[in-house]
């Protein structure tokens, strides 16, 4: 049963617009979470997180948004650039002790395509 | 810096060989992991380890058996390959403790790994 789950498996943007991805998850023990984007034929890149104490960050172009009541959360990017056309991957951890310290569990991803 | 690195960047296997992935860390991270990617399902766990001598099952380890016996390596091993675990190997990484809070995994570039 997959806990992260993004269900748009693709999203195609024009230049200059907004991008705006999304992902659910269902374990409320889930405290941190990360988005990845990945480039064909290369590993996962790091892009932004959020802790659950907060329900923004930003970072530049990319901003992650928090609704811990919904178990929901978004990365937008503004202004989109076709750069950006990748695979991205939510994530999310719970960082108590225990087995299952660092895990992180994935959704299937996003491919976002951004057109001139 | 290198990273995280990944030895084979392909391989083709016929059902019922062996073989070995390694995996290289330069950064002194004491977690390590082994994910693979299949199409449409995300990245998911096979075996991690949470520091040197020591190793734990994730999501999908039938099939695959791990080894760390030194801090940089975490070696991912099939005794007898079937079509089934073909797919793209992701190794990645991370410190125990980060200074900065946050807890992202750093991935090497994958092995693509044919089964026929």
């Known amino acids: 049963d997959q806990q992260v789950k993004q269900n748009s498996p693709s999203l195609s943007v024009q230049e200059g617009r907004i991008s705006i991805l999304n992902c659910d998850y269902t374990n409320s023990m889930f405290d941190y979470f990360l988005w990845y984007k990945k480039y064909p034929a290369e590993g996962p890149t790091f892009l932004i997180s959020i802790s659950s104490i907060k329900d923004k960050n930003e970072d530049g172009r990319f901003t992650v948004f928090l609704n811990k009541s919904a178990k929901h959360l978004s990365l937008h990017i503004v202004p989109s650039q076709p750069g950006d056309s990748a695979v991205y991957f939510c994530a999310a951890s719970a960082r108590v002790r225990g087995s299952t310290l660092g895990r992180l569990y994935f959704g299937r991803g996003t491919q976002l395509t951004v057109w001139p | 810096n290198a990273g995280v690195t990944q030895t084979p960047k392909f391989r083709v296997l016929k059902t019922g060989q062996s073989m070995t992935l390694l995996c290289a860390q330069d950064m002194n991270h004491e977690y390590m992991y082994w994910y693979r990617q299949d199409p449409g399902m995300g990245l998911r766990l096979i075996h991690y380890?949470?520091?040197?001598?020591?190793?734990a099952k994730g999501e999908v380890p039938d099939g695959y058996n791990v080894s760390r016996l030194k801090k940089q390596n975490f070696l991912l091993g099939l005794e007898s390959a079937a079509p089934s675990q073909t797919s793209v190997y992701f190794c990645?990484?991370?410190?125990?403790?980060?200074?900065?809070?946050?807890?992202?995994?750093?991935f090497g570039p994958g092995t693509r790994l044919t089964v026929t």
């Open positions: 990645a990484s991370r410190r125990r403790v980060a200074p900065s809070g946050s807890y992202e995994q750093y």
């Open positions: 380890s949470v520091g040197e001598g020591t190793t």
